[in-house]
Antibody, heavy 120, light 107 residues
Framework: QVQLVQSGAEVKKPGASVKVSCKASGYTFTSYDINWVRQATGQGLEWMGWMNSNSGYTGNAQKFQGRITMTRNTSISTSYMELSSLRSEDTAVYYC?????????????WGRGTLVTVSS | DIQMTQSPSSLSASVGDRVTITCRASQSISSYLNWYQQTPERAPKLLIYAASSLQSGVPSRFSGSGSGTDFTLTISSLQPEDFATYYCQQSYSTPLTFGGGTKVEIK
């Protein structure tokens, strides 16, 4: 079925990096953008960035400039989001979310989320 | 960045009630406004896109309206499964931004 399956929870120390994967199935991977959204415990939703799964073109929120890298491997229909220089404030659930078939910015398909805990 | 302000931040309602949640943008976003529902420990679920278009599979008791800076999500008759947190999101420009959420609780 159509789904996004994310990698498992991670625990990282401050200053480290984390790489979260998001494997797509049930649809043509390169036809849809993938976005990344995070949510700290008990908090709201925060958009981090997006990637065109076909071209690999990316864009991100200024807040994460220099710290976020989004990539993909089309042969295995998987997107990746790497966040570096982690700090405690980066502790959150990270979601990948698929945009509609025409480049737009709403998300009907989400992964289940990956909890990233940053702690010394 | 476009700021999205939701009100109220929480509300208590009973099954069968009509519920209205508002979302205001800090600048005009035309109809580039989407609504999501989130229950605990779950990913958000898209309810409404482009201000008033009902996402496939979403019950018709959900509706959206508005344009410019002021938007509304209405649940015509609240059902037990509707107790959740609701978020608006603007898709007019990046960075995409979400409202702070409205938690709908059981009265």
């Amino acid at each position: 079925q159509v789904q996004l399956v994310q990698s498992g929870a991670e625990v990282k120390k401050p200053g480290a990096s984390v790489k979260v994967s998001c494997k797509a199935s049930g649809y043509t991977f390169t036809s849809y953008d993938i976005n990344w959204v995070r949510q700290a415990t008990g908090q709201g939703l925060e958009w981090m960035g997006w990637m065109n799964s076909n071209s690999g073109y990316t864009g991100n929120a200024q807040k994460f400039q220099g710290r976020i890298t989004m990539t993909r491997n089309t042969s295995i229909s998987t997107s990746y989001m790497e966040l570096s220089s982690l700090r405690s404030e980066d502790t959150a659930v990270y979601y990948c979310a698929r945009g509609p078939p025409i480049h737009d910015w709403y998300f009907a398909l989400w992964g289940r989320g990956t909890l990233v805990t940053v702690s010394s | 960045d476009i700021q999205m302000t939701q009100s109220p931040s929480s509300l208590s309602a009973s099954v069968g009630d009509r519920v209205t949640i508002t979302c205001r943008a800090s600048q005009s976003i035309s109809s580039y406004l989407n609504w999501y529902q989130q229950t605990p420990e779950r990913a958000p679920k898209l309810l409404i896109y482009a201000a008033s278009s009902l996402q496939s599979g979403v019950p018709s008791r959900f509706s959206g309206s508005g344009s410019g800076t002021d938007f509304t999500l209405t649940i015509s008759s609240l059902q037990p499964e509707d107790f959740a947190t609701y978020y608006c999101q603007q898709s007019y420009s990046t960075p995409l931004t979400f409202g702070g959420g409205t938690k709908v609780e059981i009265k």
